[in-house]
């Protein structure tokens, strides 16, 4: 609750000394942001057929006393085809370190009407910023923040239908949809639980099925609001719900699945020159005493964790390029709780600053460069520096 506290004084007094100038932003205004899927479907909606695009990330990293590791992180081709006037699809192909493939998105959209969209197939889970956000022009930094790796798992994304679409009298975005859950139990085929999917530093990230003969037993909610009624801010809320998945011939045994409950608050603002983000996760497992009993699991029963990030355009707002300074502070914890005999791993929970630069040299192309000191709450533990540089496209 403290760091909750923590961040939303922050945030709040970030908004409250920024908002006092009304005058429309010059720069990427929250209220018009849109990520791939929404750039592909409001682009091609005027005319029928195929539209294509896509995004990819070039990245140096090196850790203190390491070999600098430079990797093709990812490579992304989008398409979307426009069936009628209503009917459209999107899908979202994605090669990662050159050898692996995934699909990252497949979903239909019918519009039912200019504010109501059902849709059904492979989708992102709206939770926080990036998982929804994470083309490498949109946000600062050459790897995405940490908190959006082990607390929200991007990139996070099951099989399910729904509803998306906006409300306009009230400023409001809205998304509201049923998935397949984490899968988070293995098993022989004979009624024996043979092993666990997720717990440990990484939280719920080795339980993403990702649409890959996902198994389902139980039926998890997941929904957003965003609020756009104020210039350059964005203020997001967001919910998921349900049980993870667990093989047909355990589901019934004790420790095979556990309950989650996630709750999300993030806020982005632009005015002028000045951007400024942050986001608070909450996470609360039920059952995990069970599950770790019948896994060897280190599964917490809470994960939480928030960042606030502050930016400066350095050149002049007549200039199209620009060249953002930024400072990003996080602080995320996968065993914020624990339940039964298993004891916090202090390792877990984790603090890092990141200070860099992102020039972007023309829209669509950025170039990144930041420095990382990586800390955690281990008495007398060192601190982990990481140089990072990168490029990043998304068109």
């Known amino acids: 609750m403290k760091r909750f506290l923590t961040f939303a004084i922050a945030v709040a007094s970030t908004i409250s000394l920024t908002a006092q100038n009304t005058q429309r932003d010059s720069i990427n205004n929250p209220n018009n942001q849109v990520n791939t899927a929404q750039r592909i479907l409001n682009g091609n909606i005027n ?3 195929v539209t ?4 990819g990330e070039l990245t140096y990293n090196r850790k203190d006393q390491n070999n600098a590791e430079l990797d093709v992180q990812r490579l992304v081709l989008l398409f979307g085809y426009k069936f009628d006037d209503r009917t459209q699809f999107i899908t979202e192909i994605e090669f990662e370190h ?4 995934f699909v990252e998105q497949a979903f239909l959209q019918y519009s039912i009407s200019d504010n109501v969209n059902l849709r059904a197939g492979l989708m992102l889970v709206p939770m926080g910023i990036v998982n929804e ?3 490498p022009t949109t946000f600062n930094g050459v790897e995405r923040p940490s908190i959006d790796g082990s607390i929200v798992p991007t990139t996070w994304r099951e099989i399910g239908f729904g509803l998306s679409g906006k409300y306009n009298e009230a400023s409001l975005r809205y998304q509201l949809y049923a998935f397949n859950g984490f899968v988070s139990s293995t098993s022989d085929g004979n ?9 440990g530093s990484s939280g719920l990230r080795g339980g993403r099925q990702k649409g890959a003969k996902s198994t389902m037993n139980n039926l998890n909610f997941s929904g957003k609001l965003d609020y756009y009624g104020l210039p350059g801010l964005r203020l997001g809320l967001s919910g998921y719900f349900g049980r993870t998945q667990s093989p047909g011939d355990v589901e019934d045994i004790a420790g095979a699945d556990v309950g989650i409950s996630m709750i999300g608050l993030d806020a982005r603002y632009a005015y002028q020159r000045f951007t400024a983000r942050g986001q608070f996760i909450h996470g609360s497992l039920s059952d995990t005493e069970a599950y770790n009993n019948a896994t060897g699991s280190k599964l917490g029963s809470a994960l939480q964790g928030y960042y606030l990030e502050a930016a400066y355009n350095l050149l002049p707002q007549n200039k199209k390029q620009q060249l953002f300074g930024f400072v990003r502070y996080e602080d995320y914890d996968t065993h914020a709780s624990v339940d039964g005999s298993l004891t916090k791993d202090l390792s877990y929970d984790r603090q890092e600053w990141t200070l860099g630069l992102s020039y972007k ?6 170039v990144k460069g930041d420095y990382q000191f990586k800390n955690n709450a281990v008495v007398g533990g060192s601190t982990v520096n990481q140089l990072n540089f990168g490029v990043g496209v998304w068109f």
Not at 52 to 55: K, R, S
Not at 98 to 101: D, H, L, M
Request: no cysteine; glycine share 28%; net charge positive.
């Open 98 to 101: 050159v050898k692996e493939v």
């Open 191 to 199: 009624g024996n639980i043979t092993g666990g999917k997720i717990g």
């Open 47 to 49: 005319t029928k057929g």
């Open 361 to 366: 040299i023309a829209p669509g192309a950025v």
């Open 52 to 55: 294509v695009g896509g995004y």
């Open 133 to 135: 956000y994470h083309e």
